[in-house]
């Protein structure tokens, strides 16, 4: 018997439970996915909390990677055998999922199963933001928060790569190092810094092109008035609560709140997102590092992440 862990009521990680399941069959335009590796990303915590609500029980994790090992009848060319990843679509944490012929991008030889597991969603998430979002080239400047953690470790590099230059926030001088031995150029450090007067000398007042956010909160706020009139903030998360209203008169800069999950959902830019990712592990814009935990301690993995106390990515080990 394999397991799975499912979450029966919104709320507290003591809602997790660990069942025993048996895997399922495959139907038309499916295959079942034996996973090497699982990552753990914060929507699972705002699925959790019912922020982003699920049918329940339900299964979180949105990113995995592993080997096929049942196809069903149209499932293009996807193999028994084959090793694959995917992101955007719920049910992740189980030793063995079904998934949608279309969603398995199979793996290079020289792409690990476990840094493909925990570097889709994100870099899937980069791609929108770094491409789509704000077309990101030389003379570009940017204000990433939490740059020594997984998203925002990976957004760093892929900006550097792309030619831009980096304003990172880290919350101690520890992260702060993680920080720039990912390129970033300059770092705010301190949970309670004036990021907003530092921004502003270190762009000598005009304030950054382009903002990620993925702190919400009473950070959001902060965030819009570091960004230069005409720019663009992206709010992708609330890890510190969240966010209060904002006054119109507030927004010089444009405010977005895009989504990964719709746009991982249009298969055509799921699949131009997704090479573009397998790409970036080639060229070392994705790197590995990732704490490692069994899928059975999936609510210690949830516990560590939003407390702060990881860098990183997370990934849960069958």
């Known amino acids: 018997m394999d397991q799975q862990v499912e ?6 990680i003591g809602n997790f439970k660990v069942v025993d399941c048996a895997p399922r069959a495959p139907g038309p335009g499916e295959i079942r996915l034996r996973h090497e590796g699982i990552g753990v990303n914060f929507i699972d915590i705002y699925h959790r909390l019912g ?11 949105v990113e995995g990677a592993g080997v096929v090992e049942a196809v069903g009848a ?5 193999r028994v ?39 889709f969603l994100r870099g899937i998430t980069a791609h929108m933001l770094l491409t789509g979002i704000y077309p990101v080239a030389g003379g570009t400047t940017l204000l990433v928060h939490a740059a020594a953690g997984g998203l925002g470790a990976m957004l760093t590099r892929w900006a550097k790569h792309l030619g831009g230059t980096v304003i990172g926030t880290a919350s101690s001088p520890e992260k702060a190092a993680i920080a720039r031995a990912q390129g970033a150029d300059h770092v705010i450090v301190g949970r309670d ?21 993925g702190i919400g909160g009473a950070m959001l706020r902060k965030t819009l008035a570091s960004t230069r009139r005409f720019g663009v903030v992206a709010s992708v ?28 959902a249009d298969q055509d830019t799921y699949a131009v997102a997704a090479q573009a990712v397998i790409a970036a592990i080639r060229q070392g814009i994705i790197q590995s590092a990732a704490s490692e935990y069994p899928l059975a301690r999936a609510a210690q993995a949830h516990s560590d992440l939003e407390s702060g106390k990881t860098t990183g990515s997370l990934v849960l080990v069958p």
Do not use: C, H
């Not at 979450?7 to 507290?12: E, F, K, M, P, S």
């Not at 922020?51 to 994790?61: Q, W």
């Not at 992101?87 to 792409?111: E, F, Q």
């Not at 907003?196 to 950054?208: H, I, Y």
């Open 7 to 12: 979450l029966i009521a919104t709320g507290d």
């Open 51 to 61: 922020l982003y609500p699920l049918p329940l029980p339900a299964i979180l994790g």
């Open 74 to 78: 149209e499932a293009g060319n996807v």
């Open 81 to 119: 055998g084959d090793r694959v990843a995917y992101a955007g679509i719920p049910g992740a944490y189980a030793a063995t999922r079904l998934l949608p012929a279309w969603r398995a991008v199979k793996l290079p030889d020289d792409v690990g199963t476990q840094v493909a597991a925990v570097s």
């Open 193 to 213: 810094a004036d990021v907003v007067a530092e921004v502003g000398r270190l762009t000598g007042g005009k304030g950054v092109d382009f903002a990620v956010d």
């Open 237 to 264: 998360g609330q890890a510190a609560g969240p966010i209060p209203p904002v006054a119109v008169d507030e927004l010089r800069p444009m405010l977005v709140r895009p989504s990964v999950m719709a746009y991982a």
